[in-house]
Nanobody, 129 residues
Framework: QLQLVESGGGLVQAGGSLRLSCVNSGRTFSTLAKGWFRQVQGREREFVASISGSGTNTEYADSVKGRFTISRDNAENTVTLQMNSLKPEDTAVYYC??????????????????????WGQGTQVTVSS
């Protein structure tokens, strides 16, 4: 139902900022919870942040808490990830994801990969030291 496309990745110096965007370009409009994950080569894809369908509830991995902010604009059918104070360890491919309809927007948390059905193609974020 959803076709998610990320953009905004690139190369930035440590301490800098980037803003990632995720747009649902599919025909189906959805307000289900969405999240951001990231993956480094050779490592497991890890949770970064999630946001409820209404946008009222957000969740962050400890590693990015206080530096990253997730938000959504349901009218525009987009989700954003504002990344500030970037560190070299933030370097990864970042993926936007939408939860499976079976979970709806009633789960207490959305920080597990198994909860997500729809995935974007990923966008590379590289932070230089």
């Amino acid at each position: 139902q959803l076709q998610l496309v990320e953009s905004g990745g690139g190369l930035v110096q440590a301490g800098g900022s980037l803003r990632l965007s995720c747009v649902n370009s599919g025909r189906t409009f959805s307000t289900l919870a969405k999240g951001w994950f990231r993956q480094v080569q050779g490592r497991e894809r890890e949770f970064v942040a999630s946001i409820s369908g209404s946008g009222t509830n957000t969740e962050y991995a400890d590693s990015v808490k206080g530096r990253f902010t997730i938000s959504r604009d349901n009218a525009e059918n987009t989700v954003t990830l504002q990344m500030n104070s970037l560190k070299p360890e933030d370097t990864a491919v970042y993926y936007c994801a939408g939860v499976a309809p079976v979970y709806g927007d009633r789960s207490a948390t959305f920080n597990q990969k198994y909860q997500y059905l729809y995935w974007g193609q990923g966008t590379q974020v590289t932070v230089s030291s």
